[in-house]
Nanobody, 127 residues
Framework: QVQLVESGGGLVQAGGSLRLSCAAS????????MGWFRQAPGKEREFVAA???????????DYADSVKGRFTISRDNAKNTVYLQMNSLAPEDTAVYYC?????????????????WGQGTQVTVSS
């Protein structure tokens, strides 16, 4: 059984920062890549960032062009938690943010490649 619970969303002014957390249950957390997606009203769910499973002490991260340089994904396997640090937020970042677990052999920027999803946390950036 795998459960993912996001937290840390809220209302923030443009230029501000938020740190999202995704707490995971399940004994295989450290063996899977994890991703963050977001979905605004009336729009498709889009890829934000992903981080690999642990290769010793090394992790590999990828980002959508729209957030590169502003967002940072990280994970703490000892705490079964994935984070998304969001800086320099803009109104265009307003969306529900979801974390998800990537299936083995899946494509990191494809929603269909993820097999478990959290309930989402709302991020609203005001101008």
């Amino acid at each position: 059984q795998v459960q993912l619970v996001e937290s840390g969303g809220g209302l923030v002014q443009a230029g501000g920062s938020l740190r999202l957390s995704c707490a995971a249950s399940g004994r295989t957390f450290s063996s899977y890549s994890m991703g963050w997606f977001r979905q605004a009203p009336g729009k498709e769910r889009e890829f934000v960032a992903a981080i690999s499973w642990s290769h010793g002490s090394t992790y590999y991260a990828d980002y959508a062009d729209s957030v590169k340089g502003r967002f940072t994904i990280s994970r703490d396997n000892a705490k079964n938690t994935v984070y998304l640090q969001m800086n320099s937020l803009a109104p265009e970042d307003t969306a529900v943010y979801y974390c998800a677990r990537l299936r083995v052999g899946g494509y990191r920027d494809n929603t269909a490649s993820y097999d478990y999803w959290g309930q989402g946390t709302q991020v609203t950036v005001s101008s």
